[in-house]
């Protein structure tokens, strides 16, 4: 016979009570199992390490969570009568009736076969009311709430029908009679992610694949949230029960919520693989950057963006929840909000209808074309900002707009000198009546009269007459380079006399027909 040993989790008791606990428990094994080889002294006493100690885990969120010990030949079976006993009759508010089906769960499997599968550490339960509940999905509310059976029906079916969590909540509070819809809370309770549906576009049955069936309507006082809004999205904040109540909220604690309940929260199944560090986020309020001192109150709108990375990783963990409701007009696909721009550019005139992919690849291409200060929205004249650019453009693409923009900007000032070390790329104002200008980030000197690398060693005037006598000498070879050589007649480039070596060849005709190689081929010539 198997038998199971109980334990609650108590996380808040000192180090030393549970070390007592613990040896108490202990001792308490042994004896029992004492007991039972006396009773049956012909069976090997079992090994104490055979026991695995497992987490037993109510999916619904009903039932305390246990610590229970299990046997390597012990079977779910096992687990459920040990369940039936220990939730059995009146004492318990949820205890287990006759009828009820028990149903297990390993990682978000559901669990057919009897065996309890090797390596498991977690278990996850669910009790069904009857053979007949088919773990369909359940709404409870609050019941201060004045809900008629029909208005609930009518949830149900919206929900059914595949309705997004901003729908849900405008209907909700139409029947409720609320004006303002960001006073309804929508939240799951149990399965594998339990908690507020923050986001709008949030398809609210697909809370299904977190294994929770039960939905809870909530209302908030008037005003007691904040709206996050980004990537096309709204997420509601909603202060914590019970929290302080204070006019202002931290910025600090808005950035933290984002990361912890909303970023690295919409996983489907194992657990987020999205790193977010601080400066990965950004709050804005009216287009100005929050920082740690600004004040933002409750009822207030805050937008967000995300760093390149984050945001791509987000849209990917996310995207199982939000269902494709658009069409981009470039490449045919059917996107969701979150990959389509609200705005290309703040000027624009029109809801965007090209995906934020289409926008970057459009950017790409024109910047091949047209100047950096030319680039365009897509779909009207609108030029594009460097906001928009540093949005839409991958970090390597905004990286080479960004010098393009620079350059422009700081060339307009008449002292600008670039550094001409060419490994460098800086460049500083150098209004020094000295010629020479020493480079702030390489060290590196350059001549801002002859714009040069620093002729070291020697004035510009003597600069200037030494190159004097090259130019005549470059100009003196010149000439007799124009001697030596014949144009090629298919092409026109110059064909050079190439001393020492018989091949003959054009560049831009290499192939043996070239009509200058038959036309040359006594001669050696070489095609520069
Ligand atoms: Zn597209
Ligand atoms: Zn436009
Ligand atoms: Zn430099
Ligand atoms: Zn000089
Ligand atoms: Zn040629």
């Known amino acids: 016979m198997v038998k199971f040993t109980t334990k609650h989790r108590h996380h808040s008791r000192p180090h030393r009570h549970r070390h007592d606990y613990h040896r108490h428990r202990y001792s308490y094994q042994r004896s029992r199992y004492q007991d039972e080889s006396d009773e049956d002294s012909d069976t090997e006493p079992p090994e104490e390490e055979k026991r695995i100690e497992i987490d037993l885990l109510d999916l619904d969120g009903l039932r305390e969570k246990m610590k229970i010990g299990i046997r390597p030949t012990s079977q779910l079976d096992h687990v459920a009568t040990f369940l039936r006993r220990r939730y059995h ?14 149903a297990f769960y390993w990682m978000e499997k559901h669990l057919t076969g009897p065996e309890i599968p090797t390596g498991l550490s977690l278990l996850r339960y669910r009790v069904l009311s009857s053979s007949q509940d088919d773990e369909s999905l359940q709404i409870t509310w609050n019941s201060r709430l004045d809900l008629e059976p029909e208005q609930l029906e009518q949830i149900e079916e919206d929900i059914l029908e595949g309705k997004t969590v901003a729908n849900l909540r405008r209907s909700i509070a139409a029947h409720l009679g609320v004006e303002d819809p960001n006073r309804v809370v929508i939240s799951a309770c149990g399965g594998l992610r339990p908690g507020v549906l923050q986001g709008s576009h949030w398809e609210a049955k697909s809370i299904e694949t977190w294994l929770c069936r039960h939905l809870y309507i909530g209302l908030e006082s008037p005003g007691n949230y904040v709206i996050l809004h980004g990537l096309n999205q709204e997420y509601v904040y909603h202060p914590p029960p019970g929290s302080r109540s204070s006019r202002f909220l931290d910025i600090q604690m808005l950035k933290t919520w984002l990361r912890g309940e909303v970023i690295t929260n919409v996983h489907q199944r194992s657990s987020s693989q999205i790193e977010v560090d601080e400066d990965d986020i950004r709050l804005l309020s009216k287009g100005k950057w929050l920082t740690k001192r600004s004040r933002i109150g409750l009822g207030a709108m805050v937008d967000f963006e995300l760093s390149h990375s984050v945001e791509g990783r987000f849209l990917e963990e996310e995207a ?20 389509m721009p609200r705005r290309v550019t703040e000027a624009c005139e029109h809801e965007a209808q090209t995906c934020k992919d289409c926008v970057s690849q459009w950017i790409v291409s024109s910047l091949d074309t047209v100047t950096w200060d030319r680039l365009r929205c897509p779909e009207c004249p609108k030029l594009l900002r460097f906001e928009d ?40 104002i150098h209004r020094d009546s000295c010629p020479r200008v020493k480079c702030h980030a390489c060290k590196a000197s350059s001549c801002s009269y002859h714009n040069v690398p620093w002729h070291s060693k020697e004035t510009c005037e003597a600069y200037d007459r030494r190159t004097k006598k090259q130019r005549k000498n470059d100009k003196a070879s010149e000439k007799r380079v124009k001697e030596i050589t014949k144009s090629c007649p298919k092409c026109r480039r110059d064909v050079h006399k190439y001393s020492g070596c018989d091949h003959i060849t054009c560049e831009s005709f290499p192939s043996p027909f070239c009509s200058l190689s038959i036309f040359l081929s006594s001669l050696e010539w070489f095609c520069a």
């Open 89 to 102: 009759g009146d004492r318990y508010e949820n205890s287990i009736s006759k009828d009820a089906r028990i």
């Open 320 to 339: 199982w929840l939000v269902p494709s409701t658009e069409t981009c007009i470039v490449c045919s696909e059917d996107k969701r909000a979150s990959e």
């Open 389 to 428: 650019v540093r949005q839409f453009a991958s970090p390597e693409v905004f990286d080479r707009y960004d010098i393009l923009a620079t350059k422009a900007v700081v060339t307009e000032f008449r002292d600008f000198r670039w550094c001409l070390n060419p490994r460098c790329g800086s460049g500083q």
